[in-house]
C-alpha cells in the first residue's frame, strides 16, 4: 500500500507570496492533519480534516487554510508568507478522526521563505 | 488540559548501550499513546502503540515502551543502541473522540561510536 505522499518536497518562495501544498493519505483513510515544524517551535497542530470537514484547528492566522477533497486528498494554502513561515510542512493520515488511532506521516514539504 | 512533557531535550548514548526515553502525559480521560520516530529530513514513523492490555508493548527496531498509569508515564526503552538510532523522537497521546493527537516537544538522540 502506498504511503502518504507530499508535493511539491521543496519550496521557495518570496516574502509576500502565496503557496500551496498537497497530501495525498494512505488509500482508504479519510482524516488529514496538517502539521508546521521548526527548530524553535517544534511540531505544532495547523488543522485537521475528515471527510472534507475540518475538524480540529490550532492556533495559527487565517493565512493558513486547508481543505479536503472528496477523494480525501488534502491542500494547505498560506497567503501573504513572512519569513516566519519557513518550516518543514507535515501531513499525516489515518483511517478515522479518532484519537486513538496512529497516523502515518508524508516525507514533508520543505518550505524556504525569502 | 490534555499535554505531553518530554523532559530530555536531547540525550547521548554510546553505541550499545542501553536508552531510556521519558514521557509524561496529562489525560483526561483513557489515553492511547505512541511513539514515532524522525529521521533527518524525513516524517515521522509510528514505533509503537499502547491502548489496553499489558502496560508493556513492543515496537519495531527492537524498541520497548512501558505504560504506568500511576506515574502518567510512557517511556520508552531498548536494550542495545545501534548508530543508525539516532534521530528524534515523538511521545504522543490521543483518545477516543474527536480531539486531536497531542505531540511532545521530542528528544533528539545522539550515538557515540
Known amino acids: 500500500k502506498a504511503g502518504v505522499t507530499q508535493t511539491p518536497r521543496y519550496l521557495i518562495k518570496t516574502r509576500g507570496q502565496q503557496v500551496t501544498l498537497s497530501c495525498s493519505p494512505i488509500s482508504g483513510h479519510r482524516s488529514v492533519s496538517w502539521y508546521q515544524q521548526t527548530p524553535g517551535q517544534g511540531l505544532q497542530f495547523l488543522f485537521e480534516y475528515f471527510s472534507e470537514t475540518q475538524r480540529n484547528k490550532g492556533n495559527f492566522p487565517g493565512r493558513f487554510s486547508g481543505r479536503q477533497f472528496s477523494n480525501s486528498r488534502s491542500e494547505m494554502n498560506v497567503s501573504t508568507l513572512e519569513l516566519g513561515d519557513s518550516a518543514l510542512y507535515l501531513c499525516?493520515?489515518?483511517?478515522?478522526?479518532?484519537?486513538?488511532?496512529?497516523?502515518?506521516f508524508g516525507p514533508g514539504t520543505r518550505l524556504t521563505v525569502t | 488540559a490534555q499535554s505531553v512533557t518530554q523532559p530530555d531535550i536531547h540525550i547521548t548514548v554510546s553505541e550499545g548501550a542501553s536508552l531510556e526515553l521519558r514521557c509524561n502525559y496529562s489525560?483526561?480521560?483513557?489515553?492511547?499513546l505512541f511513539w514515532y520516530v524522525q529521521s533527518p529530513g524525513q516524517g515521522l514513523q509510528l514505533l509503537l502503540k499502547?491502548?489496553?492490555?499489558?502496560?508493556l508493548v513492543q515496537g519495531i527496531k527492537g524498541f520497548e515502551a512501558e505504560f504506568k498509569r500511576s506515574q502518567s508515564s510512557f517511556n520508552l526503552r531498548k536494550p542495545s543502541v545501534h548508530w543508525s538510532d539516532a534521530a528524534e523522537y515523538f511521545c504522543?497521546?490521543?483518545?477516543?473522540?474527536?480531539?486531536?493527537?497531542?505531540f511532545g516537544a521530542g528528544t533528539r538522540l545522539f550515538v557515540k561510536a
Open positions: 499502547y491502548f489496553s492490555g499489558d502496560t
Open positions: 489525560y483526561g480521560a483513557t489515553p492511547y
Open positions: 504522543a497521546v490521543g483518545g477516543t473522540g474527536g480531539f486531536k493527537t497531542i
Open positions: 499525516a493520515s489515518r483511517r478515522s478522526s479518532d484519537g486513538s488511532y496512529e497516523q502515518y
